[in-house]
């Protein structure tokens, strides 16, 4: 059995209440803490004698290295007569924002490494203005995802306006012109309490040029402090949606208000949906119709038609309905002269798999189904702001990297439009979506990838999970699975109540106090991997991040007889104190608020910190956590790993990684390889899997 480093054990217990609410290692919550540093370094040469186990790292650093060497391509945007477009070219640590010049000329935009050599900045995200001679962008440092809003002259590279700090998470709403923006800003920290300082954002309008400082307010005062917002403003000028929904509900009020008959400073919104239990978008076509994208009396999504002068819901006329089966995930216009009539293309999420259906855009009537490449997901159903028969798309599956289509609705063809601009040898591998029955007898999908259709034997299987946010669990090409499958193991991806692949209904089969669900669809996905001949339990390892390294702490805690190695990484584990993370408060509309009785008692029935129990075996664990998480603070991983180590009675290791500048999204590229050559390093020590 290993001997773990000393954590002292405090007899701290909480009365939350009147529930008393144990917490031995709260010094570890500080990483300036000596104990907590003393800790952390003995940690860290525990996980080093563990590495020096493993047999297979430097297989997997050079294969995952081969898998992600073609690069990668996104999607093209259009404003104005210039074209925008992410790329990664094999040799390079991130994608690169390029930008078309007006007679063809492709030339990098913006380049992070170029930025900052160090790796340590990324690119967050970009709006071009609608002429697209302007580029707002934004930038954040470390991982913090801090991101510091600047403008900058297309033509000449020139940063013309910024920088605005304080902009996390903030969308850009370009007016005509380009001379003004709206945006989202918190407030100074000088003006909230210290442990608020993530919250309070308002939304401002800021003219290029002005000091930030003099920006007026438009919204946003009055509204929970955990507010998020979204702006966004007609090609035309004329219309601006305002979104607020409190944290990270499933839900949103939504304004709209005509710039025309108000001043810029001043928008008289008036409301499209307040107070109703919905998420709902509009779209502002071409023709003047706005367009309504909701799940309002449709969990799974419709399109209906809207008079901007007349937002009453009795007013809304549906254009296309709710699927029974198909979540309605985005739509996109093709029209021009050379169509007889325009035509509306409509992407749906099948039980998690990509389909695009066309339609009369003046009726919705149903007029037929895109071929597409293979059976895989989609995204980012783009046009052309000033219109045209054209649309462009994204493809990818498990085995085929990021392709960009084109749908042309003049010849009903589809075509490679582009591919990564390098090139990998995939292996051939099988996946196959599997129905299963959870706990309760629901019906759960999973997919599962192999090297045959069949089991010939149980392999080494990795089972990964999300479950929650309503995030879908889709096909893409993952360069983790592709290597664990090639080399012999079993990869599987369960699609969990909690996520989004059967609509908001299934979200909420998963979220605050039917969070179990999640959990017993996660158990009941293991043993159907067992019991049909995949796997053994000391062969299964389970993984996830973020939510999902909730889940297999979870897991973990509740069945530690299941599984034979857990990577838990970027987790949310202590679920009484998450709420005092930077970002915590945002999430007690998923999981539940602990200064609630009701809710706290759904968090402790769960919450892996709180469940763990002495004298159990439990599996060979491994925490991933990053210093600079601003999401996920790295304090739950060291929490539990402490809990783990004093309570395990068994042999296998229980350790912690811990890495220092990046957080909870991107990094750059080597960083992720060394990542997953970790991750599968010690799954294939402690599920037994040999290379072939």
């Known amino acids: 059995m290993p001997t773990y480093p000393d954590a002292p054990r405090l007899d701290l217990v909480d009365d939350r209440h009147g529930r008393a609410v144990p917490d031995p290692y709260r010094y570890l919550e500080d990483p300036s803490d000596e104990r907590t540093v003393a800790w952390s370094q003995a940690q860290h040469a525990l996980l080093e004698d563990e590495r020096a186990t493993w047999t297979t790292a430097e297989h997997w650093r050079t294969r995952v290295t081969e898998l992600v060497a073609a690069g990668g391509i996104g999607v093209p945007i259009f404003r104005g007569d210039r074209r925008f477009f992410m790329r990664r070219d094999p040799d390079q640590q991130f994608s690169v924002l390029w930008t078309v010049d007006p007679d063809g000329t492709e030339r990098v935009l913006l380049d992070p ?80 309490p210290a442990d608020e300082v993530q919250y309070h954002r308002r939304v401002y309008l800021h003219r290029l040029g002005a ?304 969070k179990q669900n999640v959990f017993d669809d996660f158990h009941a996905a293991a043993e159907w991997l067992e ?23 979870a897991a973990v805690t509740q069945r530690p007889d299941l599984y034979g190695a857990v990577i838990c990484m970027a987790p949310l584990l202590d679920m009484v104190r998450y709420v005092e993370s930077e970002l915590g408060l945002s999430w007690t509309v998923e999981y539940g608020d602990p200064e609630v009785p009701e809710e706290l008692d759904w968090l402790l029935g769960y919450s892996p910190y709180h469940n763990a129990r002495e004298g159990i075996d439990y599996p060979a664990t491994m925490f991933v956590v990053f210093d600079n998480d601003t999401r996920t603070d790295p304090m739950h991983g060291r929490k539990l790993c402490a809990a783990l180590q004093h309570a395990t009675a068994g042999t296998r290791p229980i350790v912690i990684r811990t890495e220092g500048d990046v957080g909870h999204g991107a990094r750059k590229l080597s960083k992720s390889v060394e990542e997953s050559a970790d991750v599968l390093a010690f799954a294939a020590r402690w599920t037994g899997l040999t290379l072939n």
Not at 173 to 181: F, K, N, Q, S
Not at 220 to 233: E, L
Not at 237 to 244: A, C, E, N, P, V
Not at 534 to 547: E, H, K, V
């Open 211 to 514: 000091d930030p400082e003099t920006d007026v307010e438009i919204f946003g005062a009055g509204r929970p402090i955990t507010s998020y917002f979204g702006v966004q403003v007609s090609m035309d000028g004329r219309w601006l949606q305002l979104s607020s929904q409190e944290g990270t509900e499933p839900r949103n009020d939504l304004w709209l208000a005509d710039l025309t008959t108000a001043p810029l400073e001043s928008p008289a919104f008036r409301e499209v949906q307040v107070d109703v239990d919905a998420n709902t978008g509009l779209y502002f076509a071409r023709d003047g119709r706005v367009l309504v994208h909701t799940d309002r009396d449709a969990p799974r999504g419709r399109v209906l038609v809207v008079d901007p002068h007349d937002l009453a819901y009795e007013s809304w006329v549906e254009l296309v309905p709710e699927d029974d089966e198909a979540v309605l995930e985005d739509f996109a216009f093709l029209d021009g002269p050379d169509l007889d009539v325009p035509v509306m293309a409509v992407s749906w999420t099948r039980h998690g798999v990509g389909e695009i259906t066309l339609h009369d855009a003046e009726t919705g009537a149903r007029a037929g189904v895109l071929p597409l490449p293979g059976v895989g997901t989609l995204g980012g159903l783009a046009e052309r702001p000033d219109g045209g028969p054209v649309i462009w798309f994204v493809y990818t599956d498990f085995t085929t990297q990021v392709h960009v289509y084109s749908y042309d609705a003049r010849t009903g063809e589809v075509a490679l439009y582009a591919k990564p601009p390098g090139e990998v040898d995939v292996p051939q591998i099988h996946s196959q979506l599997v129905e299963y029955a959870s706990k309760d007898g629901t019906v759960v999908r999973m997919f599962v990838l192999s090297q045959s259709a069949e089991p010939d034997r149980p392999r080494p299987t990795i089972l990964y999970g999300y479950g929650g946010f309503g995030i879908s669990m889709t096909p893409g090409f993952n360069s983790v699975a592709l290597a664990w499958v090639e080399a012999g193991g079993v990869y599987a991806v369960a699609c969990l109540r909690g996520g989004g692949e059967e609509g908001e209904e299934w979200h909420r089969a998963g979220m605050l106090g039917s």
């Open 113 to 192: 490494m170029a930025i900052d050599p160090t790796g340590r900045t990324t690119l967050d995200t970009w709006q071009p203005s609608k002429e697209g001679h302007l580029l707002a962008y934004q930038l954040s440092e470390g991982g913090t995802e801090e991101s510091v809003l600047r403008v900058l002259d297309v033509a000449t590279g020139e940063v013309v306006d910024g920088p605005i700090d304080r902009a996390r998470y903030s969308p850009v709403a370009w007016l005509p012109g380009a001379e003004a923006y709206y945006y989202v800003r918190r407030l100074d920290p000088s003006l909230v």
């Open 531 to 553: 019991r049909e001949g995949w796997t053994t339990r000391d062969q299964l390892a389970i993984n996830g991040g973020s939510n999902g390294g909730l889940l297999v702490g």
